[in-house]
């Protein structure tokens, strides 16, 4: 596994063409540096450290449901995030009191060409909004500080690191919209083959992303990709009156190198196919056994229970659960489990993955940060804001236009050395089934993930939404499909569970929602086999499916 | 063959149409919208619960759709920073439960449903008859769903609470109108005018006072639909074109200087040429300066004289927003609704103006001495046509603009209901809003009036107000500084917009422009003290929205609409201070504005 990934395409190769400092590069150094000498030299307080932003959007958004288009969007947006640090690296306004997450950036729409005068004015202006909102809570955190007992992390607010130079020019995306909707909609029909898909749709989203960056330390960077992705949804309501759900997707960078319609119009009948089982399967029933989770549900489980509580600023804020903050050099997982964060490699088996990236938002060339080896955790992910015993970032801050960065995960992969083939997995389950003298046991095929509770207060229970789900039967009978599964039970019980994995990786290619706003990420998994897990019935909507039948075939 | 089908259809159904309808010129075959509609609001009469009342049947239902295609360009100080261009089709789908008398609506959850929905909006762009009745089918049945819920919680409200006094019906009959134009579309060089607008937008390049601006063109080319199970049948071109503008400076002392402008057409072909945009572009550049110069004024009391945009914008707000009742609906006993009603209320047959003003809304007119009137429409959104209402004569108060929703007195509708409001009703709105004075004299004599009651009254200056900010371009937060400056001055509860352009008239008739100033217990009752209005009117056309003080920046419906007013003078109108917060200057300077150009 580690040698494979090893072989892939890396980034790095993709840049050589490195090219001049564009530009929009040259316009944002030159005002960052006017303003900066100004604010340091009159500012009360001075800033220490500024950067500015710009993220070069282009987007084209394509909906369509049985066989028409349902919308059509186009939009093309400069986003200019601006971040002013006052005080010192010690102490500054970027300083986390009681979980609250300051926001300092007001993100401002640029102008679209490189017009001096314009995009001048505007940074300008906005440069001033942030230094004052920069400067204002730092009064008042400085002001405070002197009222409350010490925090436990008494490490730095903000990381030296070494300035990045690197120009990449922007990508070119080639996007037919007349070629792309008459696709869409043949593609769509086919969900009038099934016809409790009450609500059906493919979304077809392609993206061209370029990101610049000047701070006053130095670094200058541009680089962008690509992000192309075709989403099938479907939904519909059982008999009596729970709501159930389908998808499937397909990501890469090129549009062009999207799958062809075939491949796509299998994965229409699949999603239509499974909707329609699911629609007439029994409920499921409160359980506790052995499962198998499926590659992909294994990435989602991995990216929500564990991923996000790995995260660096997690250990720093007295307000999280912090429930891996004392267990590095631990065993936190089975010994023949590790875990790699790697946003260096941009496929994997030929699937582009979603957490890819050159450097990271704060200008943080990007690294594979091994966090788990052989089972004991060995790092956290780091952005620049350092907590104690971690001083440095390790290019995982990020975050989306107009929200403040902090540490979130990127490409996960979960390698093993129990490996088994599926076949073999399967029997593992059945003899699990067996020896916990349990009716079943369950294969999770597909889930979607929900959002996770990592705050001290809340449930420390994470919430992967299972999709498709199956009772696998110890006596050689078909697995029985189920609908409406629940998954509960608490994080740190679940890593322990894990008795195999299979030898094969899926990829789980999505889109992360936190603190600092939408990410794209990606989780790479075997299938695992878990000793325990607990489901529950989902609660229904007590509604009925239409009154009427849906309308007739009309002329 | 296909009218064959189309007949079997209809006749299954039960639903019987006039023969003009199946002719070869049917505009039904010719338009799949109309037709979708047509034939998904036919079938959905059968919608009822299995084993349920029959008053859980629909009553009545209707169908509005707008296809709307809506490009819009920004630009600031000479280029660029947004273009786009959306097609949509937002349905809007009413089902009423119950009877005339009694039904879902007005209910303080009305139109709230606790189940899932499935329909999805906007419908269906491309014109494919199935899968535009997909659509409505799963929008019918959300509507329906939510309107069977509503009813039973507005039946379950009223068991416990006292019988209201007044037993209104909830809903009208309206005249059947059939009429379907024909709708074309422009085609229009959207490069050029991103183009234009960025060139527009520099004009505030060469003022330094404007620190941030923008330029915005809209051009909505919307068709709007409404069927109904009365039998009404619409189709006409609702198109908006406007371009926008704003600018902001700072005082000295770090107040923050605002000004607006709007100008609105039907098409983009009427809205101004390239000369007059960039001349009221300057004018509103020049009047930025000239506020960040100008001195924070100080609280007045005394007499105080409206130019005709003025008063125009200041009737928009007294008039516009309290012609109008808005019924209050069913509630828990335990449940207060908070809602801002018509100082008007219960006054018809009172003064409320001088007895030489009449007021008259009508939205069936095109133009006035020759400008456009953006106040037209031709039927409103409950598919009622636009009708012409007298509302004050001689000063005394007739009636009020209604939609189909029954109010004391007030049992049909009049042509105005021009948003979807809340508790499953519609709002009603001013079109054309015509404030005639029978009495009138120049403006220049009123400035001379204005400047003898100073004198009489031993005043320094009077005010001249030429400009207030509306439609608001200012944050919530302001609002609800204006919103408890009028309410604790004794003025509306409702604020109305600050003047922009304000000047103290001196005895010697020199103007001196002023700013940071509000309104201070301003209310329709200081309409009684207007002495005279001039001979010379304007147009005031804006985009209403619904929303307080047609704040900007609201999403949502808009209505075009025109207030015709004279110049007014009040006797007696009291202002005070805004209190805005302060903001230090930047301390950075600005960048050099000629350099890299």
Known sequence: MLKSVRTLVLWAFVATCASAQSPLSKILSSELDRNFAVLKAKGEPAPYFMGYSVTDEESNVLRAGDGAILSQNQSHARLLDITVRVGSPKFDNYRRVNGQIPRFTVTTALALEDNPLAIRQSVWLATDQVYRNASQRLIQIKADEKLRAAATDGSDDFSEETPQVFFQPPPALKFNSAEWSARLRKLSAEFKKFPGALNSSITLQAERTMETLVTTEGTRLEHGRLFSRIIITTAGKAADGMDLQTMESFETEDPGRLPKDPEILAAVEKAGKNLQDLLHAPPSDPFVGPAILSGRAAGVFFHEIFGHRIEGHRQKDEAEGQTFTKSVGKQILPPFLSVVFDPTLREFQGTMLNGSYLYDDEGVKARRVPVVEDGVLKTFLMSRSPIDGFPNSNGHGRRQPGAEVVSRQSNLFVESSKKVSDKELRQLLIEEVKKQGKPYGLFFDQVVSGYTTTARRGLQAFTVVPLVVYRVYPDGRPDELIRGVSIVGTPLASFGNILATSDKSEIFNGICGAESGNVPVAAISPALLVSSIEIQRKERSQDLPPYLPRPEEMP | ?597
Not at chain 2, 76 to 104: K, Q, W
Not at chain 2, 286 to 292: D, E, F, S
């Open chain 2, 1 to 597: 063959m296909a009218s064959f089908s189309r007949r079997y259809f209809l006749i299954a159904t039960g639903l019987s149409l006039p023969a003009a309808r199946l002719l070869a010129q049917d505009p039904y075959a010719q338009d799949v919208i109309l037709r979708a509609m047509r034939d998904e609001l036919a079938r959905s009469r059968q919608l009822r619960i299995v084993g349920g009342s029959s008053d859980d049947t629909p009553y009545f239902i209707s169908y509005t759709l707008d296809d709307n295609d809506a490009f819009e360009v920004d630009a600031s100080f000479g280029a660029v920073t947004s273009v786009s261009r959306n097609r949509f089709r937002l349905p809007n789908i009413e089902v009423r439960v119950g009877s005339y008398d009694f039904d879902n609506t007005g209910h303080i959850f009305s139109g709230l449903y606790s189940g899932s929905r499935y329909d999805t909006e906007p419908l269906a762009i491309d014109d494919d008859y199935r899968a535009l009745r997909e659509g409505l089918w799963l929008g019918t049945d959300h509507a329906y769903k939510a309107a069977v819920e509503s009813i039973a919680r507005k039946r379950a409200a009223l068991t416990n609470a006292a019988a209201p006094t007044d037993k209104l019906p909830d809903y009208t009959r309206a005249d059947k109108v059939e009429s379907l134009a024909k709708v074309t579309r422009a085609k229009f060089d959207e490069a050029a005018w991103s183009a234009r607008i960025a060139k527009h937008s520099a004009t505030f390049s060469a003022f330094p006072e404007v620190l941030a601006s923008a330029v915005e063109l809209h051009f909505n080319q919307d068709t709007t639909y409404y069927l109904d199970t009365e039998g009404t049948a619409l189709r006409y071109p609702d198109d908006a074109a406007w371009i926008s503008a704003r600018a902001e400076g700072q005082s000295p002392d770090g107040m923050v200087i605002r000004d607006t402008l709007a100008t609105t057409a039907f098409t983009l072909a009427k809205l101004p040429s390239d000369d007059q945009t960039q001349e009221s572009l300057t004018a509103l550049a020049r009047n930025i300066k000239a506020l960040v110069q100008a001195p924070e004024g100080e609280a007045f009391v005394g007499p105080v004289l409206f130019e005709p945009q003025a008063a125009a914008q200041l009737l928009a707000q007294l008039l516009g927003d309290n012609l109008h009742i808005t019924r209050k609906p069913v509630s828990d006993p335990s449940r207060p609704v908070n809602l801002i009603g018509s100082e008007f209320e219960g006054r018809t047959g009172s003064r409320v103006l001088p007895e030489w003003i009449d007021v008259v809304d009508d939205p069936t007119q095109t133009a006035f001495e020759g400008k456009a009137l953006a106040g037209y429409y031709p039927f409103d959104f409950e598919g009622v046509k636009a009708k012409a209402v007298s509302l004050i004569e001689k000063g005394v108060l007739k009636t009020f603009l209604t939609t189909r929703q029954p109010s004391k007195n007030l049992l049909a509708s009049n042509g105005h209901a021009r948003f979807p409001a809340g508790f499953g009703t519609r709002a009603a709105a001013i079109g054309n809003l015509f404030v005639r004075a029978a009495q009138s004299t120049p403006l220049a004599d009123l400035k001379t009036r204005l400047i003898q009651m100073c004198k009489d009254r031993d005043k320094p200056y009077g005010l001249l107000i030429r400009k207030l900010d509306f439609p608001f371009s200012g944050g919530n937060a302001e609002i609800q500084t204006l919103r408890s400056g009028s309410a604790n001055s004794g003025g509306s509860a409702r604020p109305v917009s600050p003047p922009i352009l304000m000047y103290r008239v001196y005895p010697d008739g020199r103007e001196e422009l002023i700013r940071g100033m509000r309104f201070s217990g301003l209310s329709t009752r200081s309409l009684r003290d207007i002495l005279a209005a001039s001979a010379e009117t304007t147009v005031f056309d804006y985009i209403n929205n619904g929303a307080p003080l047609a704040h900007s920046g609201v999403g949502g419906y808009i209505a075009l609409t025109s207030v015709i007013s004279p110049g007014l003078l009040f006797d007696e109108l009291e202002v005070a201070q805004f209190q805005n917060q302060l903001q230090k200057p930047p301390l950075v300077p600005p960048p050099d504005r000629t350099a890299n150009r």
